[in-house]
């Protein structure tokens, strides 16, 4: 009984050997990221960091972080960052972001984000590299605000990114229950159609090829870029509006998309107006447009319900045999 009490002691205090050196090791590591990103430029600041946990997990909280990446504008801060990992494997890193308000900006346009139950959960592949094998980001209600008051919120978010067998392939989930857009988007749009308060159903499930995987040097180098998107089902419900989308893409080293993507658009009239006024199509270009979507949906059967083809080429996109005008680039900055 003494021995085996002597040994439980032994690997009690191995494991409180273990614990506080990887601990002090993982802290150490991120000073030492924000140090490097400080010294290339960045702003790369936070007030205290304290480690707790023992003696299952390692939980290191940043108080104040604020992250600003001059070469593509964008920054970040929030009152707090806690990152949370078993003891035994570092590699499963859990995110949790403050309720409070953080700010997120793209050089002169900041947006306010606040979510309830916020988190991002890593799953690394062994290595210095710390390529990421999957990745899933959830919350509870959000919302986000502009400079002219809210843009979007939603009762919850669901984001998915699992690595494939091919390395560079990801299959990426997204779901939003009861988002609802803003007064802004509303005005924008300038719909005719008195529309509920939220979408019915805002869903994405595609796979995404990029030209290497998703690791550190995402974020303290370049990002990868999309090669070939797998376009599996996009869809969109808002009131009478039902919108359904899916094909494939292939992206050049410019960001330029090249292929076809099915579209299925229920009271399409409407979402035309919509784009009138969003701007997305000229004003002269409307009449010939309808025209056109009109012909093609009669040939389905249904006037009120389009199915129709992207078709993106050269450079440019076509709505089935009309035009609409350069295609976007894909680039992830």
Request: glycine fraction near 8%; avoid cysteine; charge should be negative.
């Amino acid at each position: 009984m003494l021995r085996l009490i002597r040994v439980v002691i032994v690997l009690g205090l191995l494991w409180s050997a273990y614990w506080y050196i990887a601990g002090f090791g993982l802290r150490s590591g991120i000073e030492g990221w924000f140090i490097t990103q400080s010294e290339r430029g960045w702003q790369a600041d936070y007030a205290t960091i304290e480690t707790s946990g023992y003696p299952t997990r390692h939980r290191t909280m940043l108080t104040s972080p604020a992250l600003a990446d001059p070469a593509t504008g964008t920054a970040w801060q929030g009152d707090w960052l806690e990152l949370d990992s078993p003891a035994i494997w570092p590699g499963r890193q859990t995110l949790r972001f403050a309720a409070t308000p953080q700010r997120l900006s793209y050089f002169d346009r900041t947006l306010v984000i606040e979510a309830q139950d916020m988190q991002a959960d890593f799953h690394l592949h062994p290595g210095i590299a710390l390529a990421l094998d999957r990745l899933a980001l959830t919350a509870g209600a959000w919302s986000i605000s502009g400079p002219k008051g809210p843009v979007a919120n939603a009762d919850d978010l669901t984001l998915s990114m699992v690595q494939t067998e091919q390395a560079e392939t990801y299959e990426i989930t997204i779901n939003a229950a009861d988002f609802t857009p803003g007064e802004e988007i509303r005005r924008i749009l300038a719909s005719s159609t008195v529309l509920p308060r939220s979408f019915d159903a805002l869903k994405l499930d595609t796979a995404i090829q990029f030209d290497k995987q998703w690791d550190r040097s995402a974020l303290e180098e370049k990002r990868p870029q999309p090669v070939a998107i797998d376009l599996k089902l996009a869809e969109l419900h808002w009131g009478e509006l039902r919108l359904f989308a899916a094909g494939k893409l292939d992206v050049d080293a410019q960001g330029i998309p090249t292929g076809e993507i099915a579209l299925k658009a229920e009271n399409w009239r409407e979402m035309l107006a919509m784009a009138e006024a969003a701007g997305a199509i000229p004003r002269q270009a409307v009449d010939p447009a309808e025209r056109v979507l009109n012909m093609l949906a009669s040939l389905g059967g249904n006037p009120s319900a389009l199915d129709v083809q992207l078709n993106f080429r050269d450079g440019f996109v076509a709505l089935g045999p009309l035009p609409i005008g350069p295609a976007p680039r894909l680039i992830l900055r």
